[in-house]
């Protein structure tokens, strides 16, 4: 072999010398935006404890995640490099796939190089959609769905094979997470409803442990709650929040489906008997999805009405949470996602609604109340404020009450359930061919 | 010459025997020897033989995995599928394949268990295929050999560092000067260059040895990781990077050699690509921006044993562009066995 | 140099457990999507070879586009795919004469010779007459077949007695007898076709007739509609030509027809507005024509090849009234009203439809395009296992 001191060579990495297995990990890694990223990174440190542990980021993000992580155990490599040191025999590799164009990359890898893949989206059409986009191979697609054991109807697919339109209910039923099951050594869901809605996507693929692919169902963490601010009280003011007011609060982006229209007619409602009453959106306004200031707007036309924020970092949310007497965590239709906000809002402290539908239910707290999409979710909306409104609670309860949800979530803290993600690693390695 | 030089030559010497099985087999198919047969080549990891494969159609048999699609040219075509067959998966159709063989070139793997490459070896004799095993001295694969050893049905040649066991019908043929005959690697260049079927120089260092400068089109190395990769390369016929600036590239032999390579429709400088051969990153001894493009010039090491002969790049995201790909428009290699 | 080649191997198969045998199939025509009659014709074939559980691979000739859709596509569908850019230069000589030679591309004679090196077929099929020199890179251990789509010897004849332009390839007799002879079987889509080049001399024809799966069954139409009929044509001279006569002849009835008349696909553009009839244009799903029709029509005035549109309404449960020149290859088994021309199926129509429901008479017709359905499909297997057998004998 050509000596280090040769011109033109320059040695990896040594390999582990400890016994720890080699991991790689393939995930949307920060400096991204990405939730996916947000959540790889909780658990690295122990990854990193118990594995040889190598992140391996996109083609061109590898530099700016390395400078993320400096003096970290663990390294970042490109694709390139991963690619090269393949076959590793003793190597497992981890997935960790979202409904995102950030995730397209992996699919280069994940058939090839069969890994542990951490499901947090159960329908992955949209990503399939973009990573077709991004290669300039559209008129694939159509052969991709087929493959899932879905055929999309002539009237919607162009001659040459791609999508000429693509109705929602695609996105519902067309799940294409069949071949990711079959290349698949280990598979994580985060609820029952995405594990059962993945078994049908993956209808003829044996799955478990059993049949070398064990399934396991770990909730997605939540993180404990942010310390109280210092400027809480100029945050609320700043977006008109009294001491005596009775805040509504529907947090998060405001997309479509997030029955906007629902709470304004069961705010308005309400606030005819309950002066005190006020609600804020707080979040970044989607108006091609839904215009929700321009409908207040109409419904308000003195300027009294709802308030909508724009778009909040992390810590003024969590203000606007904590300060909240009753948050509308709503979504319709659900794409079986985990929602993030639920455990954030209930750890304000505050009561919160949310659907039954999806993975919403599984989220179990007291201060939850659930309620059913319909023609009557308007008046059960309208009923969780008055049922509010009839008994306030104290503020010493309130503090109770994070005490209680910050205690229930520890169960869920990325320390807490690491073990079972260490489980499911070991176990896939087990029963690897 | 000190050790570690002289392990170093040592290592070289086995790793060049393909240069030197290369140039053997694209003389036998050159003169006529293997007749309508086709050669075929047996291999657990992913390489190629482009002097053979200037001569004749090659079947390569697979015994493990692979990962990647590469491609052969089809002469006023798009590139085809390069026919590697996974004998695991398919294992009538190696069988098949191997009936219609008169050559078959075993590339002895590294590891210990070759027992699948040795029936399918053995197979190739039944069907009265010429074989000639190659490798290594120390791969781990030799012993599955044994039995066919044993009965007498191969023959060692001389291969300087590396060992090499051939049917009596090769054995003849090869020689006295075995596999490293310079005269026949000079004649058959000259050949071929006059043939026009592959733009191959070679220059004697001496009586044992020696330099080959190999052009080579880029399509014939091109390893496409995905299947819309594989399908635009058919399309396009060039030798295309993905959209994400990600490519590979099948290198024609395993010893250590030096590459040039011209990196075409680059947007930005390249000089920050990530170069990676096995667990080796490699920094380019020179880019050259021209008007054709970029050249990128490299110091190949070896390849390690038992790993995939592939070169894998990655270009900086600013030197893709949006609405195209990059490719690999030319490509030239130059070793010395030696 | 001693020789090391061996003997070329007949193209067997060792006893167990054994590779597939394998099929090349040659062609200019896009094979996906399938949805031209000759592409279907093709597909048919690929699917009969893989039911007779042969590999098939595709040497595409590509005069009909190629792009990276295609190539998935392909490769999904075939084991091996070599796509050849054509070349050739197709002159048309005076009189509209074309030659073989001018006509078949040499390019495709090292492609298909290394894919045999390669793969080394059982048997290879080529499409159109011009095709069949490739036949001759193969030794005679490869079964060799052409399928015709059509009679080229003269088809220029065809159109000047319609008194149109000639079209497309036509050839000598002689020529097209020398490419016959070339296959160990060559394929006739109809019956007549299958006669007349018997009757030239040729006895390796093979009538195999053009069938597609039923999807819908002959059933009573419900009364929610009112009795429509339909028209589905691409835009080519034969279906414009034929189009035009019969609604001149509708209309020179001087009274208008009480009943719907849909035409769809690309002759629709050829269509005259206010001519008594709806036109839908292109469909992207033929069982939306076929669904909104009870009665398809099929007023050919002549053509050459298979006459898709007279077999398509059967797999859609729709009877068909059809000239004779649009049932030919089939008048041995059609069970359903035939015409001498439009003048007769203009008669016809009146007279049935013209002052009723039409619903006794649509009872008739579909009970009769069942037992033709039927009976395309008796003819359609019996006509497989003929070229089985015949494939298994060879092979």
């Known amino acids: 072999m050509l000596s280090n001191a040769d011109p033109g060579v320059r040695p990896a990495p040594a390999m582990a010398a400890n016994g720890r297995r080699r991991l790689y990990v393939f995930s949307p890694l920060p400096p991204q935006r990405n939730g996916l990223a947000d959540y790889i990174v909780e658990y690295l440190p122990m990854l990193a404890q118990d594995f040889d542990l190598s992140l391996v980021a996109e083609v061109g993000r590898c530099g700016a995640a390395a400078a993320y992580f400096p003096g970290s155990p663990f390294e970042v490599l490109d694709e390139a490099a991963f690619l090269a040191r393949q076959p590793e025999r003793d190597a497992q590799v981890l997935y960790n796939v979202g409904n995102n164009g950030d995730c397209a990359y992996m699919l280069d890898h994940l058939h090839r190089f069969p890994g542990v893949v951490v499901v947090h989206d159960v329908s992955l059409f949209y990503m399939h959609q973009v990573a077709l986009q991004m290669e300039r191979s559209n008129g694939m697609f159509n052969q991709w769905v087929r493959d899932t054991g879905y055929e999309v109807p002539a009237d919607f697919v162009a001659r040459d094979g791609s999508l000429g339109r693509t109705p929602g209910l695609l996105y519902q039923e067309c799940l294409m997470v069949r071949r990711i099951a079959e290349s698949a050594r280990g598979l994580m869901l985060h609820?029952?409803?995405?594990?059962?809605?993945?078994?049908?996507?993956?209808?003829?693929?044996?799955?478990?442990?059993?049949?070398?692919?064990?399934?396991?169902?770990?909730?997605?963490?939540?993180?404990?709650?942010?310390?109280?601010?210092?400027?809480?009280?100029?945050?609320?003011?700043?977006?008109?929040?009294?001491?005596?007011?009775?805040?509504?609060?529907?947090?998060?982006?405001?997309?479509?489906?997030?029955?906007l229209y629902e709470v304004l007619v069961a705010f308005s409602r309400a606030c005819t008997s309950h002066p005190r009453l006020k609600l804020l959106f707080?979040?970044?306004?989607?108006?091609?999805?839904?215009?929700?200031?321009?409908?207040?707007?109409?419904?308000?036309?003195?300027?009294?009405?709802?308030?909508?924020?724009?778009?909040?970092?992390?810590?003024?949310?969590?203000?606007?949470?904590?300060?909240?007497?009753?948050?509308?965590?709503?979504?319709?239709?659900?794409?079986?996602?985990?929602?993030?906000?639920?455990?954030?809002?209930?750890?304000?402290?505050?009561?919160?609604?949310?659907?039954?539908?999806?993975?919403?239910?599984?989220?179990?707290?007291?201060?939850?109340?659930?309620?059913?999409i319909g023609a009557g979710l308007v008046d059960q909306l309208h009923a969780s404020i008055e049922s509010l409104c009839a008994s306030m609670p104290k503020a010493s309860d309130r503090a109770a009450r994070r005490q209680v949800e910050a205690q229930r979530a520890e169960s869920l803290s990325p320390r807490a359930l690491y073990p079972r993600i260490r489980a499911l690693l070991d176990a896939a390695r087990e029963v690897a061919p | 010459m000190n050790a570690p030089d002289a392990a170093f030559a040592a290592t070289k010497a086995a790793l060049i025997v393909d240069v030197w099985v290369d140039l053997f087999a694209a003389s036998l198919a050159r003169s006529g020897a293997l007749g309508n047969g086709l050669p075929v080549v047996l291999t657990d990891t992913l390489r190629v033989l482009p002097l053979l494969e200037s001569q004749s159609p090659i079947g390569w048999i697979h015994t493990s995995p692979r990962h990647y699609q590469d491609h052969v040219l089809v002469t006023h075509g798009q590139p085809a599928p390069r026919l590697r067959i996974d004998a695991a998966k398919h294992p009538a159709d190696a069988s098949q394949t191997l009936r219609r063989a008169s050559l078959c070139l075993v590339a002895v793997p590294e590891r210990d268990s070759a027992a699948a490459m040795a029936a399918l070896a053995a197979k190739a004799l039944q069907a009265r295929a010429s074989l000639l095993l190659f490798g290594t001295p120390q791969a781990g694969g030799w012993g599955a050999f044994d039995g066919l050893v044993r009965q007498g049905a191969l023959q060692p040649v001389e291969a300087g560092g590396a060992r090499v066991l051939a049917s009596a019908g090769l054995a003849g043929a090869l020689g006295d000067?075995?596999?490293?005959?310079?005269?026949?690697?000079?004649?058959?260049?000259?050949?071929?260059?006059?043939?026009?079927?592959?733009?191959?120089?070679?220059?004697?260092?001496?009586?044992?040895?020696?330099?080959?400068?190999l052009r080579i089109d880029p399509v014939l190395l091109v390893a496409a990781g995905s299947q819309t990769l594989a399908h635009h390369i058919v399309h396009e016929g060039r030798a295309l990077f993905n959209s994400r600036g990600l490519g590979a590239l099948l290198l024609p032999w395993g010893a250590p050699c030096q590459a040039r390579l011209l990196l075409r429709n680059v947007r930005a400088r390249i000089d920050g690509s990530q170069i990676a051969l096995g667990g080796q990153s490699l920094a380019p001894l020179a880019v050259d921006y021209t008007e054709h493009g970029a050249f990128l010039k490299l110091e190949l090491p070896a390849v390690a044993p038992g790993r995939d002969a592939l070169l894998h790049l990655s270009l900086p995201r600013d030197a893709v562009p949006n609405d195209g790909f990059c490719d690999i428009g030319a490509a030239e290699f130059t070793i010395e066995t030696a | 140099m001693m020789d090391l080649s061996t003997p070329t191997t007949p193209s067997t198969f060792a006893p167990s457990g054994l590779a597939a045998p394998r099929c090349l199939v040659v062609t200019f025509n896009r094979l996906v999507p399938a949805d031209q009659g000759n592409s279907r014709r093709i597909m048919q074939l690929v699917r009969l070879y893989k039911s007779q559980g042969y590999e098939v691979d595709l040497l595409y000739h590509n005069e009909e586009g190629f792009d990276p859709a295609l190539s998935h596509a392909l490769a999904a569908?075939?084991?091996?795919?070599?796509?050849?850019?054509?070349?050739?230069?197709?002159?048309?000589?005076?009189?509209?004469?074309?030659?073989?030679?001018?006509?078949?591309?040499?390019?495709?004679?090292?492609?298909?010779?290394?894919?045999?090196?390669?793969?080394?077929?059982?048997?290879?099929?080529?499409?159109?007459?011009?095709?069949?020199?490739?036949?001759?890179?193969?030794?005679?251990?490869?079964?060799?077949?052409?399928?015709?789509?059509?009679?080229?010897?003269?088809?220029?004849?065809?159109?000047?007695?319609?008194?149109?332009?000639?079209?497309?390839?036509?050839?000598?007799?002689?020529?097209?007898?020398?490419?016959?002879?070339?296959?160990?079987?060559?394929?006739?889509?109809?019956?007549?076709?299958?006669?007349?080049?018997?009757?030239?001399?040729?006895?390796?024809?093979?009538?195999?007739?053009?069938?597609?799966?039923?999807?819908?069954?002959?059933?009573?139409?419900?009364?929610?509609?009112?009795?429509?009929?339909?028209?589905?044509?691409?835009?080519?001279?034969?279906?414009?030509?034929?189009?035009?006569e019969f609604l001149s002849k509708m209309q020179a009835r001087g009274v208008p027809f009480p009943h719907p008349i849909v035409v769809a696909g690309g002759v629709c553009r050829h269509v005259r507005d206010g001519t008594g009839v709806i036109k839908l244009g292109f469909v992207q799903e033929l069982?939306?024509?076929?669904?909104?029709?009870?009665?398809?029509?099929?007023?050919?005035?002549?053509?050459?090849?298979?006459?898709?549109?007279?077999?398509?309404?059967?797999?859609?449960?729709?009877?068909?009234?059809?000239?004779?020149?649009?049932?030919?290859?089939?008048?041995?088994?059609?069970?359903?009203?035939?015409?001498?021309?439009?003048?007769?199926?203009?008669?016809?129509?009146?007279?049935?439809?013209?002052?009723?429901?039409?619903?006794?008479?649509?009872?008739?017709?579909?009970?009769?395009?069942?037992?033709?359905?039927?009976?395309?499909?008796?003819?359609?297997?019996?006509?497989?296992?003929?070229?089985?057998?015949?494939?298994?004998?060879?092979?």
């Open chain 1, 191 to 259: 609820s029952r409803y995405a594990e059962s809605r993945f078994r049908g996507g993956a209808f003829d693929i044996p799955l478990g442990a059993e049949n070398g692919r064990p399934l396991a169902r770990i909730p997605h963490f939540v993180l404990p709650p942010a310390p109280p601010a210092w400027d809480a009280y100029q945050v609320l003011q700043r977006f008109g929040i009294d001491t005596n007011d009775i805040l509504l609060l529907v947090p998060g982006f405001l997309t479509g489906n997030k029955m």
């Open chain 1, 282 to 372: 707080a979040g970044e306004e989607r108006a091609d999805e839904y215009a929700v200031s321009e409908r207040i707007r109409q419904l308000w036309p003195d300027g009294d009405g709802p308030k909508v924020t724009g778009y909040l970092d992390a810590r003024e949310l969590d203000i606007l949470l904590g300060r909240a007497d009753l948050s509308f965590v709503l979504r319709y239709p659900t794409y079986g996602e985990t929602s993030g906000i639920l455990p954030r809002a209930v750890m304000g402290g505050g009561r919160v609604v949310t659907v039954d539908i999806g993975s919403y239910p599984e989220f179990e707290s007291p201060l939850i109340d659930h309620v059913s």
């Open chain 2, 177 to 213: 000067a075995g596999l490293h005959d310079v005269e026949r690697g000079v004649a058959l260049a000259a050949q071929m260059a006059r043939a026009r079927q592959a733009d191959i120089h070679v220059e004697r260092l001496d009586q044992a040895h020696l330099k080959l400068r």
């Open chain 3, 77 to 244: 569908e075939f084991g091996r795919v070599n796509v050849v850019r054509s070349r050739a230069p197709k002159h048309i000589q005076p009189g509209h004469v074309c030659r073989i030679v001018d006509w078949y591309d040499r390019g495709l004679d090292a492609a298909a010779r290394d894919m045999h090196r390669l793969r080394g077929y059982n048997v290879v099929h080529v499409n159109y007459v011009w095709y069949s020199p490739l036949l001759e890179q193969f030794a005679s251990d490869v079964v060799k077949v052409l399928d015709t789509h059509d009679v080229f010897g003269e088809r220029r004849a065809k159109y000047t007695a319609a008194g149109m332009k000639p079209q497309w390839f036509s050839t000598s007799y002689a020529d097209e007898d020398v490419a016959l002879r070339r296959a160990d079987a060559a394929l006739a889509i109809q019956k007549e076709e299958a006669a007349e080049l018997a009757a030239r001399g040729h006895r390796n024809i093979l009538y195999l007739p053009y069938v597609e799966p039923a999807l819908r069954p002959f059933t009573a139409r419900g009364g929610d509609r009112p009795l429509t009929f339909g028209y589905l044509g691409s835009g080519n001279d034969w279906n414009i030509l034929s189009m035009a």
């Open chain 3, 287 to 395: 069982h939306t024509f076929y669904d909104a029709i009870d009665i398809a029509l099929n007023p050919m005035v002549g053509g050459t090849g298979l006459k898709i549109k007279t077999v398509e309404p059967l797999c859609y449960g729709k009877p068909v009234l059809t000239t004779l020149p649009g049932a030919q290859g089939l008048t041995h088994l059609w069970q359903m009203p035939m015409f001498d021309d439009n003048a007769a199926l203009t008669d016809y129509l009146f007279d049935r439809f013209g002052r009723t429901s039409g619903s006794s008479a649509l009872e008739e017709l579909t009970v009769s395009a069942a037992t033709t359905r039927q009976a395309l499909d008796a003819e359609y297997d019996g006509q497989v296992d003929r070229l089985a057998r015949w494939l298994a004998s060879r092979v």
